[in-house]
């Protein structure tokens, strides 16, 4: 479903293209090494409106069974606030961010400060300590 996308700049603002960045993580290409990693894709799939990747990572003890993705809801930047942990040798970590986005024409922000846990070398979102 994504690539028409493979060359347009990631929706975290990496910096680098859809296909060089979390393209690779939802394609299946790639695991994110780190919970930033996790993080920024799991904001780049709600943007791009990919249900499945972020229900394959959430935990699976508080995986919700389905995730409606609120199509009227316009993803415009990510601000990573701050990482603790979540590293390539930790199994838990925090990062603490901001998401910008448009809804009903106005522009809102969602500061969250998540944990993550890792499983078998893959990261998974726990949920929000904020
Ligand atoms: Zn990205």
Redesign the pocket.
């Known amino acids: 479903m994504t690539s028409e996308f493979q060359n347009d700049r990631?929706?975290?603002?990496?910096g680098?293209t859809?296909s060089e960045?979390?393209?690779r993580f939802h394609s299946g290409a790639a695991v994110a090494s780190t919970a930033e990693w996790l993080m920024?894709?799991r904001?780049?799939a709600f943007a791009m409106g990919d249900a499945p990747y972020l229900l394959s990572t959430w935990h699976p003890l508080v995986r919700p069974r389905t995730l409606q993705i609120d199509v009227g809801i316009s993803w415009r930047r990510l601000d990573i606030v701050r990482t603790e942990r979540g590293g390539m040798l930790d199994s838990e970590g925090t990062v603490e961010f901001i998401a910008h986005y448009r809804r009903d024409r106005v522009t809102r922000q969602q500061h969250e400060v998540s944990h993550f846990l890792k499983l078998d070398r893959c990261w998974y979102y726990e949920g929000a300590l904020s």
Not at 10 to 14: E, V
């Open positions: 990631c929706p975290c603002l990496s680098d859809y960045c979390c393209g920024r894709s904001y780049s």
